[in-house]
């Protein structure tokens, strides 16, 4: 178990272009999420996956940001017609299943810092 | 609206200096609140869960505790390794999201 796994570490833009970021959580976690953070603020949440549905979304989540999940797996989150507001640290992060009232919570990846100029 | 603010925004200790962080919260429905501690560059790390008013958790030189307003992380005895920004997030209604607040950032001078 390697953790959560983000791809790339960083990405560097022009505003208009369009970028993809992945995320391999850890393999027995059924329950995915993906988070923005700006600096000196916590993350924000983006939107949940269980297995491969997508069941919540944020308002945050214009019609420019899509994500998927096939298969349950590894989960990728596009931004077209990128934006320097886009400009930000994407975070995933897993979990399985809380048992009882016994949940330690997320377990989040490095991030992928998105520049965009 | 459910909100999480933090208290102080930063705080600078000596090490050994005691001292405690605060999480506010407004949520309707209260299912859980998470400490978290982030290093630069990387994703926040899981330290405590909280469930109800009351309780408290410790690991190491941290205590996170918990009453229906607020929440605590006690920090006893620093060392420089404890400097991060540490964050608090609460679980509320249905959603399966967090809400974090805006994080404190602690520095531990040797």
């Known amino acids: 178990d390697t953790g959560v796994s983000q791809n790339p570490r960083h990405k560097i833009t022009k505003r208009g272009q369009n970028v993809t970021f992945r995320c391999d959580p850890i393999?027995?976690?059924?329950?995915l999420y993906w988070y923005r953070q700006t600096l000196g603020q916590g993350p924000e949440f983006l939107t949940y996956?269980?297995?491969?549905?997508?069941?919540?979304k944020s308002r945050l989540l214009s019609d420019r940001f899509s994500a998927e999940r096939p298969k349950g797996s590894f989960s990728t989150l596009e931004i077209q017609r990128t934006e320097q507001g886009d400009s930000a640290m994407y975070l995933c992060?897993?979990?399985?299943?809380?048992?009882?009232?016994?949940?330690?919570?997320?377990?989040f990846g490095s991030g992928t810092r998105l520049t965009v100029v | 609206e459910d909100q999480v603010t933090q208290s102080p925004e930063a705080l600078r200790l000596q090490e050994g200096e005691s001292s405690s962080l605060n999480c506010s919260y407004t949520?309707?429905?209260?299912?859980?609140l998470f400490w978290y501690r982030q290093d630069p560059g990387k994703g926040p790390e899981f330290l405590f869960t909280l469930y109800s008013a009351g309780e408290e958790k410790e690991k190491e030189r941290l205590k996170a505790t918990l009453t229906k307003k607020e929440s605590f992380l006690h920090i006893t005895a620093p060392k420089p390794e404890d400097s991060a920004t540490y964050l608090c997030?609460?679980?509320?209604?249905?959603?399966?999201?967090?809400?974090f607040g805006p994080g404190t950032r602690l520095s531990v001078l040797p």
């Open positions: 393999s027995e976690h059924n329950r």
């Open positions: 992060a897993s979990s399985s299943r809380p048992l009882d009232r016994v949940w330690y919570g997320y377990t």
């Open positions: 996956f269980q297995n491969e549905a997508q069941l919540e």
């Open positions: 949520v309707s429905g209260l299912r859980g």
């Open positions: 997030a609460v679980q509320a209604g249905y959603g399966q999201n967090f809400v």
